[in-house]
């Protein structure tokens, strides 16, 4: 009960995270297109700021922690064997490098020093669905 209970955190922390790795860039988006200083541009940092630390990274840490416990717990995945899992692992720490290049991209917007286009965030969008894509691929069907 308690695997289980613990692997349901696991499952609500990366969709927490998940949706602020498919959102921040989105709102990059529209930052892009308001004046620096402006009220519309720092109402956009107020809530970048708040989604990234409030929700984003604290579910990824927990995504991180709880998984890492699921891993190498009592259940441990056979690391000689689970293929898929080095594949997953990877992907995962792919997705946290992601993480950070948002998180150095809102600092940039921070100090109004933002010099990517908006086209540039709406290709940036893309890149966690097709991680997550891979990602939920490898857990579900266990390839190699």
């Known amino acids: ?3 289980l209970f613990f692997k349901s955190l696991h499952v609500i922390a990366v969709i927490a995270w998940m949706v602020g790795l498919l959102y921040l860039p989105r709102l990059f988006v529209y930052h892009v297109d308001a004046k620096p200083g402006s009220e519309m541009s720092e109402t956009f940092k107020v809530m970048e700021r708040r989604l990234l630390k ?11 922690v709880i998984g890492l416990w699921l891993a190498f717990g009592e259940r441990a995945v056979d690391m000689s064997a689970d293929f898929w899992f080095h594949a997953k692992l990877t992907l995962v720490v792919v997705l946290s490098g992601f993480h950070m290049a948002l998180a150095k991209w809102r600092k940039e917007f921070e100090a109004d020093q933002n010099t990517r286009s908006a086209r540039f965030y709406r290709f ?7 991680l997550m894509i891979a990602i939920v691929l490898l857990v579900i069907m266990k390839p190699f």
Do not use: G, K
């Open 54 to 64: 409030i929700i984003m990274t604290p579910a990824m840490l927990a995504s991180w």
């Open 124 to 130: 940036m969008n893309e890149v966690p669905t097709l």
């Open 1 to 3: 009960m308690t695997y």
